[in-house]
């Protein structure tokens, strides 16, 4: 099928459908009758995109409050099997592997590292040092020194004098250089509290993803999406989901849909 077909069948059921935007900055976005396509997106991505959008636009037949909710497995299907959530997120993995975050999986990583690192220097000192409790020794030492505003921000500007006219840049790179009286100890102390700033900003970012993908709204627009791509996949990784869909499918219980995927698809 081509993507000029495809978007004559959209447009045929009164949607827009835009493909000379940057759609937000994503492949594609759908809101109320309107679908958008990047204009940057390969060949090949296009007809996949536009069926995901699609999927939305016929998600928020069935579910009206889609956009707000996130929508329900439970309407989807009309069934209550968890499984059915289960397969879709092994197929939202292999149409789209960001879901699995493997980027930021493997910065966690090399950030969990970096502090057990600066954990060790620490204990080469102060070897009954737990990061779970307070650091006496080090918050003794901190109070009168400027580094204590390197346990907010890595990079800091300090004024001081009667006339603001001294000012020194601290970072997190140079504190031996900047404060040269400073235990090595305290020092990777700074650095550990940084590194862990970075992995809650790192965690918090992979919950969102995973909260993203997991929405009833994207697993069933993905799901759509890589019944186009590879329909053997997606029997394999959701045969539960795929024999409910095609059920459901041939009772035209997604309206427009149902239609694509016989008339077009041959789904």
Same mark, same amino acid.
Do not use: G
């Given at each position: 099928m081509e993507t000029i077909e495809l978007i004559k069948y959209f447009e045929s059921l009164g949607l827009e459908v835009h493909t000379t935007t940057k759609a937000r900055g994503h492949h594609g976005?759908?809101? /109320?009758?309107?679908? &958008?396509?990047? %204009?940057n997106l390969p060949q090949n991505k296009q007809i996949p995109t536009l069926l995901h959008e699609f999927a939305h636009y016929i998600h928020? %037949?069935?579910?009206? &409050?889609?956009?707000?909710t996130g929508g329900s497995i439970e309407v989807l299907f009309k069934s209550s099997n968890p499984l059915i959530k289960s397969e879709l997120l092994k197929v939202t993995n292999?149409? &789209?592997?960001?879901?699995?975050?493997?980027?930021?999986?493997?910065?966690?990583?090399?950030?969990?590292?970096?502090?057990?690192?600066q954990e060790n220097i620490i204990k080469t000192e102060y070897p009954k040092f737990m990061r779970s409790k307070r650091f006496r020794e080090f918050e003794k030492y901190i109070k009168k020194s400027d580094a204590r505003y390197l346990l907010k921000y890595d990079r800091v500007k300090v004024i001081s004098g009667f006339w603001k006219r001294n000012t020194k840049t601290y970072t997190i790179d140079t504190i031996e250089n900047d404060f040269t009286d400073m235990p090595r100890a305290?020092? +990777?102390?700074?650095?550990? /509290?940084?590194?862990?700033? /970075?992995?809650? %900003?790192?965690?918090? /970012?992979?919950?969102k993803n995973k909260k993203y993908y997991s929405k009833p709204?994207?697993?069933? +627009?993905?799901?759509?999406?890589?019944?186009?791509?590879?329909?053997?996949q997606v029997n394999q990784l959701a045969p539960i989901s795929l024999k409910i869909f095609n059920k459901l499918s041939s009772e035209n219980y997604y309206g427009d849909l149902s239609k694509l995927c016989h008339k077009y698809l041959h789904i």
């Open positions: 976005f759908f809101l /109320k009758n309107r679908i &958008d396509i990047s %204009k928020s %037949k069935l579910e009206p &409050d889609m956009p707000k292999f149409v &789209d592997e960001n879901s699995l975050c493997l980027k930021l999986e493997h910065h966690k990583k090399i950030i969990r590292e970096k502090i057990k690192e305290f020092a +990777a102390y700074i650095r550990l /509290k940084s590194y862990q700033k /970075k992995q809650s %900003k790192i965690s918090a /970012k992979i919950n709204s994207e697993l069933f +627009a993905r799901f759509i999406e890589s019944l186009y791509i590879n329909k053997e």
